[in-house]
């Protein structure tokens, strides 16, 4: 593949887009989705090959389910597609405005970022989420999936590049690094004269790579060993049902907990409870210390004993820790220790707790009274998502749209001169 080409093809698409009216791009949205969607059986087939060649080559059930769609998930998928439509443009927007005392008046005007470079793994929905919050924004893309999506990810981008080129549209707008030599990630990442923004979507190998390599800037995110503290004033009852839906709604997702917090307090009562509970949704827990004999005595076998290395897992399975604290300062230092900073909550009913840990966290986003699993663009009411960022810089948690404009500002005088 000729990535220069690639980038070449990418920027060229990026200019026109810039100037499309907001319902030029909701129509070329529609056009593709409703094209997706009359291709679903061509799509299937091509992730059932995936399926099949992910199972041979032995990857992880976490994998094989990120990998993994259905008609369902597939109609859930363009759903969210057909949400970016109703959502308002930022693109144009203007705002900050004022004047100055020398008669200068300043705005600043919300603008796209121009070409967006994503890296992604096991999910095939990102092809799509990519491109409808692309097109919305007015940013053309390059994709690059993972090997074991290689053929499902490439009949989708065929059938985005139909549907562009249905509305009057660049196919180009929307390209795929169809081979998955690793090489080509390289030069992505060094495609600075084209590219403007690498977002990667994967585990922490990943991301590192891209920070290091990359010539381009990064967003970094979508990794995160996600806490749940279990204070001694939660409704223990209610407190359970909120871990069963942080663990098991989604235990292969970025945002379901890793590591149960439990206030010493309440301890001996609460994790039986758990044990009870996971041991029901064949949760294995990984216990620490004297949370080892209260959560034994009930589950057993789905018990082990904890290694201090347990805590910086992020499990993306049935599986968590599950460990005794003294209370929020030990569970703000536990926090920070091991780089809280996806998604992380306190069970409580005590206000002054719950506002010094949405203090103090250094979560992207830090729930009170909540599962972890809300953390996802749809659910925030973004549309679709393109990455969840835990950085500080740009965009934090969940990026939607504003997260892929940039602005400039505007200045407008009268023939004014600099004294």
Known sequence: MD??????????????????????????????????????????????????????????????????????????ILGDM??????????????????????LKLLKR??????????????????????????KTGNACILRGGRETYNTNAVIVKIIQRGLEAAGLPAASVQYIENPDRAYVTELLHLDKYVDMIIPRGGAKLHMLCKHESTIPVIIGGFGVGHIFVDESADQERALDVIENSKIQKPSACNSVDTILVHKNIASSFIPKLAARMTEK???????????????SVAGSMVTEGKE???????????????????????????????????DAILTNDHANALRFVNEAGSACAYVNASTRFSDGAQFGLGAEVAISTQKLHARGPMGLVELTSYKWIIEGDYAVRS
């Open 309 to 343: 290395e347990d805590f910086a897992t992020e499990w993306l399975s049935l599986c968590m820790n599950v460990t005794i604290v003294d209370g929020l300062d030990q569970v703000i230092a536990h926090m920070q220790k091991y780089e809280a900073c996806h998604s």
């Open 282 to 296: 064949k949760v294995r827990m990984v216990c620490h210390g004297e949370a080892l004999p209260l959560a034994s």
């Open 82 to 103: 057909r949400k970016v439509v109703l959502l308002d443009d930022p693109v144009g927007a203007e705002y900050d405005s004022r004047v100055l005392p020398n008669g």
């Open 3 to 76: 990535m220069n080409l690639l980038g070449q093809r990418a920027k060229q698409s990026s200019y026109v887009l810039a100037s499309l009216s907001t319902a030029r791009k909701n129509e070329a949205i529609s056009k593709i989705a409703d094209i997706l969607q009359e291709s679903v059986q061509e799509i299937l087939e091509a992730n059932a090959v995936d399926l099949k060649n992910a199972r041979e080559s032995g990857i992880g059930e976490a994998m094989l389910d990120r990998l993994m769609l259905n008609e369902k998930r597939v109609n859930d």
């Open 110 to 135: 919300r603008v796209p970022l121009g070409v967006v470079g994503v890296i992604y793994e096991a999910r095939p929905n990102v092809t799509v989420d990519i491109t409808s919050l692309c097109l």
